[in-house]
């Protein structure tokens, strides 16, 4: 049975848990953690006492912490998808999920959320990646509490996140740590910094990384030695990036600036 899990300890208010054939839980059972669960093919019916919901493709299922329950699936159930949310953190970002257990049943919440799975279970997609597509998962999943800042003050801290982004982008951080510096909710960081420059900050740190690279294969440096000093995990995650900005591979790049001279 394939299974994988994402679990790590700069991101410990969430866990995901992927298995590829999905089993029976039979046996009333409950989490401390509020969870969101979704498949790919079958159907999975869960049940709470005396009520009964099928949770099918293209839907989720929403389960609130302390809440028992138990699922059973068909035969033809494949590619289950738990993620598991401490309350405690939720509250934290001012996430409120009053009810019992939902089943969202909107497209395209659905495909956010398997995205979301996809990247946390992706080894090469960086920790403020992947808690930043967490909260913009959040944002459109969940109600916010919103508080009105002043654009002046906002666009003079999108400033200064920047600034500390230019310098720092090479740097290993979560958002946490980002936003506890400039003592902000990350659900506030974000905001303030999309609104301001147009991109998510893990895409704004990516597309320093890439002309960070750019300028060393300028030098006529090793492609190998361009991904470690840039920020990459390894080569094929700069030529993925670099490709994706520049419609052209680091290899091709560099040739091409040498063959000329």
Do not use: W
Request: a positive charge; glycine letters at 2%; aromatic letters at 12%.
């Amino acid at each position: 049975m394939k299974s994988d899990i994402f679990k790590n300890p700069k991101l410990n208010f969430l866990e995901l848990r992927y298995v590829q054939n999905i089993p029976d839980c039979t046996k009333m059972h409950l989490h401390e953690e509020l969870t969101i669960t979704a498949i790919k093919k079958g159907s999975l019916n869960l049940i709470f006492n005396d009520t009964f919901l099928e949770l099918l493709p293209n839907e989720i299922g929403i389960i609130n912490n302390n809440i028992p329950h138990c699922a059973t699936i068909n035969k033809e159930s494949k590619d289950g998808y738990v993620l598991y949310l401490q309350k405690e953190y939720l509250k934290n970002i001012n996430i409120n999920f009053s009810f019992s257990y939902e089943i969202i049943k909107q497209k395209n919440i659905y495909k956010s959320f398997i995205n979301l799975c996809d990247c946390l279970l992706d080894n090469k997609i960086s920790l403020i990646e992947k808690e930043e597509l967490f909260l913009s998962f959040c944002l459109i999943l969940f109600p916010f509490e919103s508080k009105s800042n002043n654009e002046q003050i906002e666009s003079t801290l999108a400033l200064k996140i920047k600034k500390y982004l230019d310098e720092n982008y090479l740097e290993e951080f979560i958002l946490e740590d980002l936003a506890k510096k400039f003592d902000l909710s990350v659900v506030h960081l974000i905001r303030v910094f999309k609104k301001e420059f147009g991109l998510p900050i893990h895409s704004y740190i990516l597309n320093k990384k890439v002309h960070k690279a750019k300028e060393l294969l300028s030098s006529n440096m090793p492609i190998i030695e361009v991904a470690q000093n840039s920020g990459f995990f390894d080569q094929s995650h700069l030529n993925r990036s670099f490709k994706r900005i520049f419609q052209i591979t680091p290899k091709e790049y560099q040739k091409h600036i040498f063959s000329k001279c």
